[in-house]
């Protein structure tokens, strides 16, 4: 039998919001001690959607440059993972088709699993270019994480895109087998249909996280998977950075390993310097983690990044991935710095605006307020129709 290609990550690019809240902002107007937020969750700002963009927006704003650098021709597959999503039929992803000038000869689908849907359509694209090693799959992870005002998790909101470009002999990282699963039934965290917000049991949410975590590197470990001590960086979901912390402690422990902070922060350190400054972005947090590692830490051409993705609900997944020797020539660091830099600081009063703001919902023509700088905006709602263009 011929020798199978790595397959993996060619190309990654993120987006994120017009807009951010400090958690400076939102500590001085709930009279939270902004330690809280800054040392206790590892949070200092989170991104806000303008009232013209949503996961579409951000989806096409980070894959753009992914279609700029490598073209449509071998794209046969749009993988579209959200839980923020904006339609119950039509996945969004065939509105970034449209945006972007996809040829109609493209297979479009939306997957769905809280914040475990991006590993899902990542391990789905693997699957696909084993199949064929000639075709990439464009995966895209977009999310705008909501809770109601004054709830704890809306200290943890924010969204943003992650794009990703999987082919064969990739470029970025090499992803490997095995992967270690875990599924538990749990109610950590849901949205029923008729919320916009999500509820959540934030302190089981944590638990549930955690003993994720141990099942799925158990099954890792079980099935033949690298020790330990074989890994450079762990990148983890981030609903806040401290999770991360808490769950390399978590896997350290299991492991029967001494925890020390050095070595924590030797592990996760370069993965938060994004998800600190965004917030939660639910299915694209974790590989807004992999952005910034790659973008930040020293050269880590071969070195092995493990991957825990969480979503609630709960379905994890553990697997490493290779760094590719060469790595740095394909990765964005100034694109993504820009794209956090150049949010336009909102206050509280605007803030509170933005969050309860939404189209009625009775079939007329409301058109959008123009407000985004990104590449593309939400025109607005006309017929029950949500209309896209470039801005
Ligand atoms: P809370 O209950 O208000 O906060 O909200 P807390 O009292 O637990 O404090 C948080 C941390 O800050 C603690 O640190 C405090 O000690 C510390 P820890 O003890 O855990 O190490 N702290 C301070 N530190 C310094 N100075 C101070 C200070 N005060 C307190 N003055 C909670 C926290 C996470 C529960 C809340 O934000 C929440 O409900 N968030 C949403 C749920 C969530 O993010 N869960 C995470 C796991 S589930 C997940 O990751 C999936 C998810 O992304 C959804 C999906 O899959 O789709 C959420």
């Given at each position: 039998m011929a020798e199978r290609p790595a397959v993996g990550i060619h190309d990654l690019s993120a987006a994120t919001t017009h807009h951010v809240l400090t958690h400076a902002t939102l500590a001085a107007s709930n009279g939270t001690d902004v330690a809280k937020y800054h040392?206790?969750?590892?949070?200092r700002a989170m991104s806000v959607p303008a009232p013209d963009e949503d996961i579409v927006t951000m989806a096409a704003a980070a894959a753009a440059p992914v279609v700029a650098r490598h073209?449509?021709?071998?794209?046969?597959t749009i993988v579209f993972a959200t839980?923020?999503?904006?339609?119950?039929?039509?996945?969004?992803g065939i509105h970034v088709h449209s945006l972007l000038g996809f040829p109609s000869a493209t297979r479009v689908v939306e997957l769905k699993q809280a914040c475990y849907g991006g590993t899902a359509g990542l391990q789905f694209a693997i699957g696909l270019v084993h199949r064929d090693p000639s075709q990439q799959v464009l995966v895209i992870a977009s999310d705008v994480s909501k809770y109601a005002l004054?709830?704890?998790?809306?200290?943890t909101q924010g969204a943003a895109a992650v794009a990703m470009l999987v082919g064969?002999?990739?470029?970025?990282v090499r992803v490997e087998d095995p992967s270690g699963m875990f599924t538990a039934d749990v109610m950590d965290f849901w949205r029923p249909n008729y919320r916009t917000t999500a509820l959540v049991d934030g302190h089981e949410s944590i638990s549930a996280y955690l003993q994720a975590v141990e099942g799925s590197w158990k099954d890792y470990t079980e099935r033949g998977g690298r020790a330990l001590?074989?890994?450079g960086a762990f990148c983890y979901h981030q609903p806040f950075p401290r999770m991360a912390d808490k769950a390399h402690r978590h896997l350290l422990n299991y492991c029967g390993r001494d925890v020390d902070d050095a070595l924590v922060a030797g592990a996760?350190?370069?993965?938060t310097a994004y998800n600190a400054e965004i917030g939660n972005s639910y299915t694209a947090s974790m590989y807004l983690g992999l952005a910034a590692l790659l973008d930040t830490a020293d050269d880590l051409s071969g070195r092995t990044v493990g991957f825990l993705s969480y979503g609630s609900g709960s379905v994890a997944e553990f697997f490493a991935g290779t760094v590719v020797p060469g790595y740095r020539e394909h990765t964005r660091p100034d694109q993504h710095r820009a794209a956090i830099d150049r949010r336009q600081e909102v206050d509280y009063d605007t803030y509170r605006e933005l969050h309860e703001h939404a189209f009625p919902v009775d079939g007329g023509d409301y058109p959008a307020p123009?407000?985004?700088?990104?590449?593309?905006?939400?025109a607005g709602l006309s017929g029950h129709k949500r209309v896209y263009e470039p801005r």
């Amino acid at each position: 039998m011929a020798e199978r290609p790595a397959v993996g990550i060619h190309d990654l690019s993120a987006a994120t919001t017009h807009h951010v809240l400090t958690h400076a902002t939102l500590a001085a107007s709930n009279g939270t001690d902004v330690a809280k937020y800054h040392r206790g969750i590892g949070l200092r700002a989170m991104s806000v959607p303008a009232p013209d963009e949503d996961i579409v927006t951000m989806a096409a704003a980070a894959a753009a440059p992914v279609v700029a650098r490598h073209g449509t021709d071998r794209v046969r597959t749009i993988v579209f993972a959200t839980e923020s999503s904006v339609d119950q039929a039509k996945a969004a992803g065939i509105h970034v088709h449209s945006l972007l000038g996809f040829p109609s000869a493209t297979r479009v689908v939306e997957l769905k699993q809280a914040c475990y849907g991006g590993t899902a359509g990542l391990q789905f694209a693997i699957g696909l270019v084993h199949r064929d090693p000639s075709q990439q799959v464009l995966v895209i992870a977009s999310d705008v994480s909501k809770y109601a005002l004054g709830e704890p998790g809306e200290a943890t909101q924010g969204a943003a895109a992650v794009a990703m470009l999987v082919g064969a002999d990739p470029a970025l990282v090499r992803v490997e087998d095995p992967s270690g699963m875990f599924t538990a039934d749990v109610m950590d965290f849901w949205r029923p249909n008729y919320r916009t917000t999500a509820l959540v049991d934030g302190h089981e949410s944590i638990s549930a996280y955690l003993q994720a975590v141990e099942g799925s590197w158990k099954d890792y470990t079980e099935r033949g998977g690298r020790a330990l001590d074989e890994f450079g960086a762990f990148c983890y979901h981030q609903p806040f950075p401290r999770m991360a912390d808490k769950a390399h402690r978590h896997l350290l422990n299991y492991c029967g390993r001494d925890v020390d902070d050095a070595l924590v922060a030797g592990a996760i350190g370069h993965t938060t310097a994004y998800n600190a400054e965004i917030g939660n972005s639910y299915t694209a947090s974790m590989y807004l983690g992999l952005a910034a590692l790659l973008d930040t830490a020293d050269d880590l051409s071969g070195r092995t990044v493990g991957f825990l993705s969480y979503g609630s609900g709960s379905v994890a997944e553990f697997f490493a991935g290779t760094v590719v020797p060469g790595y740095r020539e394909h990765t964005r660091p100034d694109q993504h710095r820009a794209a956090i830099d150049r949010r336009q600081e909102v206050d509280y009063d605007t803030y509170r605006e933005l969050h309860e703001h939404a189209f009625p919902v009775d079939g007329g023509d409301y058109p959008a307020p123009a407000v985004t700088t990104g590449p593309y905006r939400l025109a607005g709602l006309s017929g029950h129709k949500r209309v896209y263009e470039p801005r």
